[in-house]
């Protein structure tokens, strides 16, 4: 009998093997279904996620189909927000987010699930369980900032292909099975190619010969992904070029300072595992792990490849220079998997200190955020993953005096732990070690911004064309139809950073909005759009057509007419 990570073989399990009463797995599954339809009423949807639906919505409302709006997003990412949008046809905005939160948790525990079957081929059944059900876990309970976006999509889609990998017993129909998935995870946001090398690296882990031959069929099935998506989607090939040059953080734009990224990097893995502190029991996981591995190679290769994966991990993040956290949904993802491999496959008893590291550090995140700013700072962050990692080394030198094979209480600390990010009092971002906002203060802003919003629909006749010069919140929360393919005033708005923005032609093309077939009306959101900062031949094609009220002070939207 090994564990899925014991050495380069695997054996199928005895039917009996992993085996415990299903009443005390109960004490696991019963809070978890609990987590679950708790985030599911309560979590809502990230501000990115309403501009992605606000421009669907009222490009749709226009004529364009997903193919054909800019979304700042990839044309297969536009389609998969689009269908579930198409899901969540009915009720109030509240309920609408919660159907698109229950279908998100459905498809993560799709791919949970699809994991635990290709696992139980190599390993036992607690082993697979713990393994699946914390990747699950993790992803259906993910932070807001996370569901739903295209680096969490990817995640989902590469557990699938990993799942696909692994499962079939016929190695060349297993690569083709999972090139779909994971050339479609690539297809997310082009950066989250890292997140499909990343499962190709755990396939690797597990078994060298399938994660080669995915690599050998999967590039070529991502190729011929973006190769439909630059035919079936109208301007696919224009903003693929365009987009990267309105990202003022872009390495493309800014160039590599290693000191800048090497420094930026501890204090965005502090700000990560704040608000999944998962992350933070990730080094301790991986010294479980290793311990159990027969074989100084074999070690040293799977060293190899943590490190490698944690590269990729960050790559997405760096390559896309805003730091933004939801840029690292992979990493909790990944902490969760290497989590689930060390407590289920610990031989004679469970690691008791590093489960009960595990739920401290579940309610490590509201904690934190009571904490008094002087004391936010990234340093206590990474000393509390040196405790977490010391208590694993503390597991390692017991292991051998205990005997105690059940590991439910350890799971079920597990379940605190990823359910950390869920509460109204987790941060919901956090920047330079410091708490910026909670997940109940988040909320309280979209409220606030709602009602300002109503405040403008009250002025409009229903249904009346707009152009938004305004953020996607605003137009998520007006939900009046645009009248051109560039709902969102994106590339415009981006001029107020970058001049040389107004050469793109998706510039042009969505200047034109603004005096070719223009909309009756125009929602300006000062503070986003900033008219003294654009394009100064760009405000003034707006101001010839609309009429702009300067508005009182304080006040973020105003409500412009065509003259």
């Not at 969490?152 to 129909?173: E, M, N, S, Y």
């Not at 956290?325 to 992979?330: D, F």
Request: charged share 15%; aromatic share 8%; proline share 7%.
């Amino acid at each position: 009998m090994t564990t899925t990570l014991a050495d380069g073989t695997s054996v199928r399990p005895t039917a009996h093997s992993g085996r415990r009463s299903p009443l005390r797995w109960a004490a696991v599954a019963v809070p978890s279904a609990a987590a679950l339809v708790h985030t599911v009423l309560t979590r809502g949807l990230t501000g990115d996620l309403h501009y992605v639906l606000a421009a669907l919505r009222t490009g749709r409302a226009a004529g364009y189909s997903p193919s054909e709006v800019f979304t700042h997003r990839p044309f297969f990412y536009r389609w998969f927000v689009a269908l579930l949008d198409r899901l969540a046809f009915f009720g109030d905005t509240a309920v609408r987010e919660a159907v698109m939160n229950a279908a998100g948790v459905l498809l993560a525990a799709a791919a949970a699930y699809a994991l635990y079957t290709a696992l139980l081929r190599r390993t036992t059944v607690r082993e697979a369980a713990l393994t699946a059900g914390a990747t699950g876990l993790v992803l259906a309970l993910a932070p807001r900032n996370d569901f739903l976006q295209p680096e969490w999509t990817a995640v989902v889609l590469t557990v699938f292909g990993a799942a696909a990998a692994l499962g079939p017993r016929r190695p060349w129909p297993a690569a083709l099975l999972a090139a779909l998935p994971l050339g479609l995870a690539v297809m997310m946001k082009y950066s989250t190619a890292a997140t499909a090398a990343i499962g190709v690296l755990l396939v690797y882990a597990v078994d060298r010969g399938r994660a080669v031959r995915i690599t050998l069929v999967g590039i070529p099935a991502a190729l011929a992904l973006f190769g439909m998506s630059v035919l079936a989607g109208t301007r696919e090939w224009q903003w693929t070029e365009d987009m990267p040059q309105i990202n003022q953080s872009a390495l493309s734009r800014t160039g590599v300072h290693p000191h800048f990224i090497l420094d930026r990097t501890v204090d965005f893995l502090a700000d990560r595992a704040v608000t999944s502190p998962v992350l933070l029991l990730a080094p301790g996981a991986l010294l479980l792990v290793l311990t159990r591995v027969r074989g100084r190679l074999r070690r040293t290769e799977l060293l190899v490849i943590a490190a490698l994966i944690g590269l990729a991990a960050q790559a997405v993040v760096v390559v896309q220079g805003n730091w933004f956290l939801y840029h690292g949904a992979q990493m909790p993802v990944v902490a969760a998997v290497v989590w689930g491999v060390a407590v289920g496959g610990a031989r004679k008893s469970p690691p008791w200190c590093f489960g009960a590291v595990s739920l401290l550090y579940g309610v490590l995140p509201v904690l934190y955020a009571q904490l008094p700013g002087r004391f936010q700072r990234p340093w206590e962050v990474w000393a509390a993953g040196l405790i977490a990692l010391l208590a694993a080394a503390v597991d390692v030198v017991l292991e051998k005096r205990l005997r105690n094979r059940s590991a439910v209480l350890v799971a079920l600390s597990g379940v605190v732990l990823l359910a950390a990010s869920i509460w109204p009092g987790s941060p919901h971002l956090v920047l330079h070690g410091k708490v910026t906002v909670t997940g109940a203060g988040y909320l309280e802003q979209q409220r606030r911004t709602a009602d300002q919003v109503d405040r403008i629909a009250a002025e409009l006749p229903p249904g009346a064309p707009v152009l938004y010069l305004a953020f996607g919140e605003t137009a998520y929360d007006l939900d009046h139809p645009a009248q051109c393919r560039y709902p969102i005033a994106t590339f415009l708005q981006r001029t107020r950073y970058l001049p040389d923005v107004a050469e793109l032609t998706s510039f042009k093309e969505n200047a034109d909005c603004v005096d070719h077939d223009p909309a009756p009306y125009a929602v300006l959101e000062r503070p986003w759009f900033q008219p003294g900062h654009v394009d100064p031949d760009l405000w003034r094609r707006v101001t010839a057509v609309y009429d702009c009220p300067t508005g009182s002070p304080g006040e973020r939207l105003v409500l412009c007419v065509r003259r």
